[in-house]
């Protein structure tokens, strides 16, 4: 077939153009749904805590509240040892609860249970901050009390977070469990609805459910 000079060639009737490209882009964007949408929020929820909860910013705390410092003394007793490999050794550690509770989250926005997906984020965080803090509360308290300071400190830091794992997940689950009976209901009334508007339909109009009459 000649083909003129100015002539736009068609593309083949059985795969209109774009068709290819439209279709492994709309793939892509369901398979990135769970962060592309708005859901890098949770990302970040559980970052900040992880980067920001650590033993030296507790420590701060107990030295202006039990041991009486005022701010930037605190700070200063707090903070005399820090040192950025420090920070980043133990950082990885602290890490660890809040990458379960994400992948928890990410595997969620597959399934058909996604809307559990903001109350497990809470109940999980919840429960992992809430043994982080008390955790290491308790471990460095001796620091300002007088009481007997363990040699094994900085171990203590390493497993606080793997205690945190199962804190996270009652956490969780309770919150799941608190939102399953509402979540039952709630989908109980829409089915109702939907039956009830369907009915009406083919009472007053052309249409039943799935199709002209």
């Known amino acids: 077939m ?6 736009a060639v068609e593309p083949p009737a059985s795969q209109p153009a ?4 439209s279709t492994s882009e709309a793939a892509g964007s ?3 749904t769970f962060i592309d949408r708005g859901q890098r929020r949770y ?8 980067l920001m909860i650590t033993e030296n910013v507790i420590q701060w705390a107990l030295a202006v509240i039990v041991g009486g410092y005022s701010l930037a003394g605190g700070f200063h007793d707090a903070f005399k040892y820090f040192s950025v490999f420090g920070y980043l050794f133990f950082t990885a ?11 928890i989250l990410i595997f969620l926005s597959k399934t058909n249970f996604r809307d559990y997906i903001p109350f497990v984020f809470a109940g999980g965080l919840i429960g992992i901050v809430v043994i982080i803090i008390r955790g290491l509360w308790d471990v460095q308290r001796p620091l300002y ?17 793997i205690y945190a794992i199962p804190a996270g997940g009652i956490g969780a689950l309770l919150f799941a469990a608190i939102y399953t009976p509402f979540r039952y209901i709630f989908r109980k009334g829409k089915v109702e609805q939907s039956a009830g508007d369907t009915s009406v339909q083919s009472r007053d109009g052309d249409f039943q459910y799935g199709g002209r009459r």
Not at 93 to 103: A, I, T
Not at 145 to 161: D, E, K, R, Y
């Open 18 to 21: 774009g068709l290819s490209k």
């Open 145 to 161: 009390t007088g009481g007997h300071v363990s040699s094994t400190t900085a171990v203590a830091f390493l497993f606080i977070p």
């Open 2 to 7: 000649r083909i003129k000079p100015n002539q």
């Open 43 to 50: 990302l970040i929820a559980l970052l900040l805590p992880a």
């Open 30 to 32: 369901r398979s990135l």
């Open 93 to 103: 550690f602290r890490l660890v609860p809040y990458v379960c509770l994400w992948k």
